[in-house]
């Protein structure tokens, strides 16, 4: 950002070293009310992932020892060490490491980060039940009508031109980058090999940290609470609202070897799910600071919310059911059409955005099936 004015700086933020305008590189200290330190970097996608959500936010609590959260992408070693060094560390300096969730983007990093460092892996104990499943073995386990076409919808776009998502690498610069197949294939082969040291329950305290079960975006999905602030990786963000995952039902084998506790599917997967969860953090109390994976920063400005983000994405989740509802009474009763017409104002012409799109009306018609507001034929 050489010549050019830093923006504002919040209260509780402090600024190590300046970065690019959506965040990569900027690496910040945080105040979090009690005695514990807490540092976050701005983590750089490697070349083959997609910029659209600027950074993975990985944060450094020294707490009971040092805990790492969020490394990054498969590739993004180099990115996350910079900024390590900027704060007079090394990998070795931790001994944790914990992902939100089983996303890519989250957890890719965390092979490279224990190989270098000799942290021990936390993760839930449902990142663990997932892990031998590809992200596509899990998805393609309901047949549910929905389900069913959707996939039908992804092969017809498909055969009319390459995927954006799974089918090719590197695009040109700009442009919003997804991993491609072989990074796919990849990240797959990395994380089906991680070891959990510490499976994580909910209400689990560690230090000042407590870690909370919050599903819904993900089953798996962890929100940590530490003073006066909630590190809720992509279940509360600034400026987007998390994609919600759909109802899907566990694998035959999977589900009959996870604790009875997660054998109902419809409690860790779905939009209702994940309402739930949100109106959990809602309740957490006033004048919490979120300290989300994504959008920390952007557009050269910190985007700082508290826990009241969360009664807003409840707010837009259940706006989207009215909207969902009026496109089916006017007319859009397939679901592609009426998927575009909820995203209307957004061209979907590749499969991935259009699939992405799809799976979240699906979700929304999930709950809606749910509470008896709308049939599925």
Known sequence: MAGTTHPDVPEGISVRRWGAENGDGLVIDVDSGVSASVHGIGVEPPDDASRANGPTWAYIVKDDGVTLMDPGHLGSFDFLTDGLKVLGMVPSDIDRIVVTHGHWDHDGGVAELADASGAEFWAHELWRAYSPYSYGQLLRADSSPLRVEMTRIGER????????????????????????????DKYDEVRSALKVDHALEDGFKQGSMEYLHTPGHWPDELTIRLGNLIFTGDHILPEITPHPSMAYS?????????????????????????????????????????MPAHRLFNRNEFRMTDERRGAETIAFHLERCDLLVDAVESGHTDLEPATRELFSYRPLTDSYHLMSAASEAISHVELMEETGDMVVH
């Open 157 to 184: 776009m498909r055969d009319a031109g390459p995927r954006t998502y799974g089918g090719v690498g590197k695009k040109p610069a700009g442009t919003n980058r997804q991993p491609g197949g072989g990074s796919r």
């Open 250 to 290: 566990h694998p035959a084998d999977l589900a009959k070897t996870l604790p009875e506790r997660y054998r109902k599917s419809d409690e860790v997967w779905g939009l209702m799910a994940y309402l739930k969860s949100l109106h959990r953090v809602c309740q957490l109390g006033k004048g919490l600071t979120v």
